[in-house]
Nanobody
């Protein structure tokens, strides 16, 4: 079983930046992508970004394209999400997942979820 630990969230002003990390431990042999999702209060969890196992392919939701960058370090079993030009609408709990399939601006998670990390963007 895979255990995921997200970190790096916090409170930031609009236009600021944060870098999230997702450390995976346990049975991390999946060849699928890793990805980030978020859930705002009162809303469903939505896809944010994903990266292939090799790191050669990345996928983004239209709402974050050009502002967020996903990356991964397989040696450390860790994925990152660099978030720039943050907006109040980016406020949410951010979750990562190790078994993600993505394309055309959408992503689907099949693995375990971590506890999430809160991102709050003030206007």
């Amino acid at each position: 079983q895979v255990k995921l630990v997200e970190s790096g969230g916090g409170l930031v002003q609009a236009g600021g930046s944060l870098r999230l990390s997702c450390a995976a431990s346990g049975r991390t042999s999946s060849s699928l992508g890793m990805g980030w999702f978020r859930q705002a209060p009162g809303k469903e969890r939505e896809f944010v970004a994903a990266i292939s196992w090799s790191g050669n392919s990345t996928y983004y939701a239209d709402s974050v394209k050009g502002r967020f960058t996903i990356s991964r370090d397989n040696a450390k079993n860790t994925a990152y999400l660099q978030m720039n030009s943050l907006k109040p609408e980016d406020t949410a709990v951010y979750y990562c997942n190790t078994d993600v399939v993505a394309g055309s601006g959408k992503g689907y998670a099949f693995g375990s979820w971590g506890q999430g990390t809160q991102v709050t963007v003030s206007s």
